[in-house]
């Protein structure tokens, strides 16, 4: 397996167990806890001026991915655009990228490894976006693929799955009780690429993070708002905040995000709401919001009334899908 020169190898993010790069590695065989892809990183190693000329993808970040671009089981994911919302506000838009989520991020990176350590077949449970992103790179990479969804997934997101050739089952309850089911019925020669379940999705997703970066032109917004669900997303750019600074990049100061370290915090926002705004951003932006992205919205006008967020401070607003799977 050719590794970039920089991927040290793999540590449990929990008990710093270090764990063999070689094989297909789910959590920590000692605790249970998540696996951390770890970097030997210097300052200077990352130039902004180099990646002008790097593929137009997420791949251009080889310096702290763990595989060569020229390996990737790649549909082009990732170098979304940021569009300007109003002053000092800006909406990353993620649906841009391939099966119209920010899902291919962390697929790309999964599946790649995934393949060159030899998985025969690849499954997850889903509620929604991930199905079709598993579903589009095992195509791209030669993979059967099964995924477990909740009977009452919206049918765009069951049909997508298919679509790509994927075996779709459909079961009561939640993407928790697909996860069960997946584990006690799945196919046992299949590998899980579930949310924090392998290390690699969350190196995919932190690249959101080196695209802020690069579009700030080496800076960073104030704020970002982020829908979570799984938490590999979040999980995702502050890991990548980390390596920024040990490249000498950024400095210690962080955009409000992470909850405790960055000074940052989580708002529930009620369905009615998410209906309201989503609707209310698509007409400001003309973008093609989802849900999640109205949600980030409906944040921003409550966390502003708050008076957490102040006027002028920069911040980013993330749509991570289409809109179009909901309808
Ligand atoms: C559109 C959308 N936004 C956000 C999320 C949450 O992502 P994360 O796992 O990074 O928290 C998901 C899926 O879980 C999603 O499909």
């Not at 992205?293 to 102040?310: I, N, T, Y």
Request: glycine share 10%; proline share 6%.
């Amino acid at each position: 397996m050719n590794w970039n020169p920089s991927f040290a190898g793999l540590t449990c993010f929990s008990c710093d167990t270090p764990h063999d790069r070689e094989v297909l590695q789910t959590v920590c065989t000692k605790c249970g806890m998540p696996l951390r892809a770890d970097f030997q990183l210097q300052r200077g190693a990352l130039r902004r001026e180099a990646l002008a000329v790097r593929p137009r993808s997420l791949w251009r970040y080889a310096e702290v991915l763990p595989v060569p671009a020229a390996e990737a089981v790649t549909l082009a994911e990732g170098l979304t655009p940021l569009v300007q919302a109003e002053d000092a506000v800006w909406v990353k838009d993620e649906a841009r990228n391939p099966t119209g989520s920010f899902k291919a991020r962390g697929m790309t990176m999964a599946v790649t490894v995934a393949r060159k350590l030899g998985a025969k077949a690849l499954c997850a449970p889903s509620a929604g976006n991930a199905a079709g992103a598993l579903a589009a790179y095992g195509a791209a990479a030669k993979l059967p693929v099964v995924v477990a969804m909740p009977d009452d997934t919206p049918r765009h997101f069951v049909e997508e799955g298919k679509l790509y050739g994927a075996e779709v089952k459909l079961g009561p309850g939640t993407i928790a009780d697909a996860g069960k089911w997946l584990k006690a019925n799945g196919p046992k020669d299949a590998f899980d690429v579930s949310t924090l379940k392998e290390p690699y999705r969350v190196e995919g997703k932190k690249t959101m993070a080196y695209e802020l970066w690069e579009q700030f032109d080496g800076e960073l917004p104030d704020t970002i708002l982020y829908p979570t669900g799984g938490g590999t997303g979040l999980v995702g750019m502050w890991k990548a905040f980390g390596e920024l600074q040990t490249l000498g990049l950024i400095g210690a100061a962080r955009p409000r995000l992470a909850i405790r370290e960055t000074r940052g915090t989580a708002v529930a926002i009620p369905e009615a709401e998410i209906e309201a705004q989503t609707p209310a951003l698509a007409r400001r932006t003309g973008l093609d919001i989802c849900p999640e992205g109205g949600a980030v919205w409906a944040a921003l006008l409550r966390l502003r009334a708050e008076g957490f967020l102040r006027r002028g401070e920069r911040v980013v607003l993330f749509n991570t899908g289409t809109g179009l799977k909901y309808r």
